[in-house]
C-alpha cells in the first residue's frame, strides 16, 4: 500500500538544538543497528519505520556495517526509502558511519581518508541517497593522524555528499583536539555519538563536557543498554530477545545483582507511573547536553512506549539520588 505520512507527525514530538547549530533532531531518534539486517523481517522494518516517522521520529541512524550481514540494514532501509520515504527526503536526518570492520584488506576499517571516503560512497549507493546529513568517524583511531581523519570527514561535506560531520566513540582528549582541527577547516561539526543509559555512564567522565566546549550535541546510543532497562529480562531470558538471539548482548551481564538493580529500578519507575524503558529514556534525556535519545525497537509498540517518554513526569532530587545510589550498590560505575 502506498504509505501517506500521517498529517499530524509534528504535533507532538519535541526538538532540541543540536549543539550550536542550525538542526533541530527530535529528543527520540531511531537506530537501525539491529532489527534491520536481512535476517529480520522487512515488513516489520517497514511498519516501524512508518510508524517512527508518523510520530515525529525524523532523525535515522545506520553504519555501514549494520546488518547482519554488514550493509545488509543500509540496503533494506534503501528498499523502504525509495519505496515510501522518498517524497519526505528534505523532512528526514539521515545519518550513516565508517569505522568498523566492512572489508578485508588494510583498506577495510578504521580512520583513513581512503577507507572513509570509499566506504561513504558504498553506504550512498546502499541506501539510493544522494547525500547524508551527517557522516560520523565512528570510532578513534589511535594509528591514524587525526588531521588526516578530519581531513576525509571535511572532504566528504565539500563534496556534497554529507552535510555535517560527526564522531562516535572518541575519548575527551581526542574530541578537543577533532574540534579544534575541524573548526580550522570550518566543517559543521555537528554530533557526538556515545553510548549513555543509567547502566553504563561512561560520558559523564569529560565527553559531555568536551561536547558542550566544542558546541555540539551529544546523542545517546543504546539508552536502554540494549533492552536490559526494559521489562524484557524481568523474569529471564525470551525466546526472541536481542539477548537471545545476538552476539553483542550477552547472557552474562545478567547477575543476579544485575536483575536486583533492573527490579528495583523497575519499582521507581512504577512508583513514576511510567515503565522501566520511559524512565531509563527519561534519565538520559534529563540532560541538555543530550539532544536526543538514540533508540532501537524490534517491534511498533516497543516504539510507541519509548517515544511515550515525552510525557515523563520531571526527576525529584530525590528520585534522582535514590537511582543513583542503587546504581552504586549494583556495580554501575559512576564518573
Ligand atoms: N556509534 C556506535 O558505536 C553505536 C553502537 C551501538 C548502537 N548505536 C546506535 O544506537 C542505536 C540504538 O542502540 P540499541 O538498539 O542498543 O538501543 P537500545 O534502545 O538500548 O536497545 C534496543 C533494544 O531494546 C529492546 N527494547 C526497546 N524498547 C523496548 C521496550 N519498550 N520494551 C521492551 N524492550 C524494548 C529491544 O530489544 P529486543 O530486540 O530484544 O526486542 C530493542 O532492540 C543503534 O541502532 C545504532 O543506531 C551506535
Not at 509534528?10 to 543497528?33: A, E, I
Not at 578530519?150 to 562516535?168: C, E, H, I, W
Not at 552476539?247 to 529500578?265: N, Y
Not at 532501537?296 to 516497543?302: D, P, R
Request: net charge negative; charged share 20%; proline share 6%.
Amino acid at each position: 500500500m502506498v504509505y501517506l505520512a500521517a498529517e499530524g507527525r509534528y504535533g507532538s514530538m519535541h526538538y532540541q538544538r543540536c549543539g550550536r547549530s542550525g538542526v533541530l533532531l527530535p529528543k527520540v531518534s531511531l537506530g537501525l543497528w539491529h532489527n534491520f539486517g536481512d535476517t529480520h523481517p522487512i515488513e516489520t522494518q517497514r511498519d516501524v519505520l512508518r510508524r517512527a516517522f508518523d510520530l515525529g521520529v525524523t532523525h535515522i541512524d545506520l553504519a555501514n556495517n549494520y546488518g547482519p550481514p554488514p550493509g545488509s540494514a543500509e540496503s533494506n532501509f534503501g528498499t523502504i526509502f525509495a519505496q515510501d520515504f522518498r517524497p519526505y527526503r528534505d523532512e528526514l536526518f539521515i545519518a550513516s558511519k565508517a569505522g568498523y570492520l566492512m572489508w578485508p584488506g588494510p583498506y577495510g576499517e578504521f580512520g583513513s581518508r581512503k577507507y572513509l571516503l570509499a566506504s561513504l560512497d558504498q553506504s550512498l549507493t546502499r541506501m539510493g541517497l544522494d547525500y547524508v546529513d551527517v557522516f560520523y568517524s565512528h570510532r578513534f583511531d589511535p594509528d591514524t593522524p587525526l588531521e588526516e581523519t578530519m581531513g576525509a570527514l571535511d572532504t566528504a561535506v565539500r563534496q556534497g555528499k554529507a552535510l555535517y560531520a560527526g564522531l562516535s566513540n572518541y575519548p575527551p582528549e581526542a574530541i578537543e583536539r577533532a574540534a579544534a582541527i575541524l573548526k580550522e577547516l570550518r566543517t559543521p561539526y555537528l554530533i557526538n555519538q556515545h553510548p549513555y543509559s543509567i547502566l553504563q555512564r561512561g560520558v559523564e567522565g569529560g565527553v559531555l563536557e568536551a561536547s558542550a566546549q566544542a558546541g555540539v550535541g551529544v546523542i545517546a546510543f543504546s539508552p536502554l543498554a540494549q533492552g536490559q532497562l526494559t521489562d524484557r529480562y524481568l523474569k529471564g531470558v525470551p525466546a526472541d530477545s536481542r539477548m537471545a538471539l545476538g552476539h553483542f548482548l550477552k547472557r552474562d551481564v545478567l547477575t543476579e545483582q544485575r536483575i536486583s538493580l533492573l527490579h528495583a529500578l523497575n519499582k521507581l519507575a512504577e512508583g513514576r507511573g511510567q515503565t522501566l524503558a520511559q524512565m531509563a529514556l527519561a534519565w538520559v534525556l534529563r540532560d541538555p547536553r543530550v539532544v536526543s535519545v538514540l533508540i532501537g525497537a524490534s517491534s511498533v509498540a516497543q516504539l510507541e512506549q519509548n517515544v511515550a517518554v515525552l510525557d515523563s513526569p520531571a526527576f525529584t532530587d530525590a528520585e534522582l539520588a535514590e537511582i543513583d545510589r542503587l546504581s552504586a550498590e549494583n556495580g554501575v560505575e559512576i564518573p
